[in-house]
Structures are given as C-alpha cells and as structure tokens.
C-alpha cells in the first residue's frame, strides 16, 4: 500500500484536494475523504461543488442515504460505505486505519508537521507500505521530496 505525505504550503487543504479527488474519479476510483474537524469538512464540501465553474465534483458527507453510491464520501470516521480503497487524511492527524486501504493521502500544515514527522516514522518499518514524501510550492505544484 502506498502513503503519500503532503505537506500543505500557503493553500489550505480545500484548495488543494479537489484536484487529486478529481484524477481518482476520473479514473473510475473512490475516495474516503477523513477529518475530525466539522468546519474543515464543510470548507471542502464546499471546495468540491465549486471546484469547476462548469461543473462540480460528486461527493455527499457520511451518513446521508446514498453513501455507497458516493465517489468521493467526506467523513468523521476512516470508514468507507462507498467502498473507497483511497483514503485522504485532512486534519493532519494519522489514523492506522488508513494502512486498510490501497492509498492513503496525508495532508499536515505547518501546525501538524510533528505528526507527521511521527506518522513517517512509524511506517519506516512497516512492510507492505511504501512512504512519499510531497511539498507544495508558491505556484502551487507538487514536488517529491523523498
């Protein structure tokens, strides 16, 4: 399984998760979108219905009647009734039950980098998990670090 550490610049997360959500769709893939932070999903919810001005991307918050037909479900919890096997952790905090899923997307800012630095660590030794490190410049692009 694959984790994938990004380390948030100057634009928040709601910013920047759209368009990584918008290639896993198009490519037929679901997405489990976790925080424990209700404002940080209400921003994203909102992130996603205008992510386009011509279109918008499909998503609902748990708990609501379709949640299995959701592509991309935004939740409280690493649980995921849309069978998602992408998971993409917001508030910075790491769940090991992202380590269930195919992919898991880690999002930390300047304030969560010292869980990060420990979510890191303790997957040095995990097998089966391969770890990439990602930082977000000025311009607003991705660059591998590690």
């Given at each position: 399984?694959?984790?994938?550490?990004?380390?948030?610049?100057?634009?928040?997360?709601?910013?920047?998760?759209?368009?990584?959500?918008?290639?896993?769709?198009?490519s037929g893939a679901r997405l489990l979108v976790v925080s424990g932070i209700e404002a940080q999903l209400a921003l994203l919810d909102n992130a996603l219905w205008g992510w386009k001005p011509d279109s918008f991307l499909p998503h609902a918050i748990?708990?609501?009647?379709?949640d299995a037909g959701q592509p991309i479900l935004l939740s409280f919890t690493p649980e995921a009734p849309n069978g998602a096997r992408n998971i993409a952790l917001i508030d910075g905090q790491w769940r090991d039950q992202a380590l269930d899923f195919d992919r898991a997307f880690h999002f930390f800012d300047g304030e969560t980098v010292e869980a990060a630095r420990a979510a890191w660590r303790g997957l040095n030794d995990r097998e089966g998990v391969e770890r990439r490190y990602w930082a977000l410049?000025?311009?607003?692009?991705w660059s591998q670090m590690a």
């Open positions: 399984m694959q984790v994938d550490f990004y380390q948030l610049g100057s634009r928040p997360v709601e910013q920047v998760l759209p368009r990584i959500a918008e290639r896993l769709v198009e748990a708990d609501g009647v379709d410049d000025d311009d607003g692009k």
